[in-house]
């Protein structure tokens, strides 16, 4: 599996992104459709951190942080997911990646190994 994570820049606080991550490999919509996905994000200097996630039925979940500013979607037939990001602020600039998300214990854990380049995103005072 590939994770191809698009659509990150540079914005001034306040400012909306639009992030895209296309999944490709031995993976077809249907199989796509029936994974849980989600967001993450990581600074520098600091530990990887689940941002949003979307169940296969079309659930969403947000981190406390971007409550109410990002939202999280997917189209299953181009096997993409996507960030919609407003009112991003200085804290949320990072690298950010998709990936498959399993739920185990309260949470939602990674699936796959490969996390692919992800997408910078920096936000400007």
């Known amino acids: 599996v590939q994770l191809q994570a698009s659509g990150g820049g540079l914005v001034q606080s306040g400012g909306s992104l639009r992030l895209s991550c296309l999944v490709s490999?031995?993976?077809?919509?249907?199989?796509?459709?029936?994974?849980?996905l989600g967001w993450f994000r990581q600074s520098p200097g600091q530990q990887r951190e689940l941002v949003a996630t979307?169940?296969?039925?079309?659930?969403?979940n947000y981190a406390d942080f971007v409550k109410g500013r990002f939202t999280i979607s997917k189209d299953n037939a181009k096997a993409t997911v996507y960030l919609q990001m407003s009112s991003l602020k200085v804290e949320d600039t990072a690298a950010y990646y998709c990936?498959?998300?399993?739920?185990?214990?309260?949470?939602?854990?990674?699936?796959?190994?490969?996390w692919g380049q992800g997408t910078l995103v920096t936000v400007s005072s």
């Open positions: 990936n498959a998300v399993d739920p185990r214990d309260g949470t939602f854990y990674p699936r796959w190994a490969n």
């Open positions: 979307i169940r296969s039925g079309g659930e969403p």
């Open positions: 490999g031995s993976i077809t919509p249907r199989v796509f459709s029936l994974h849980a």
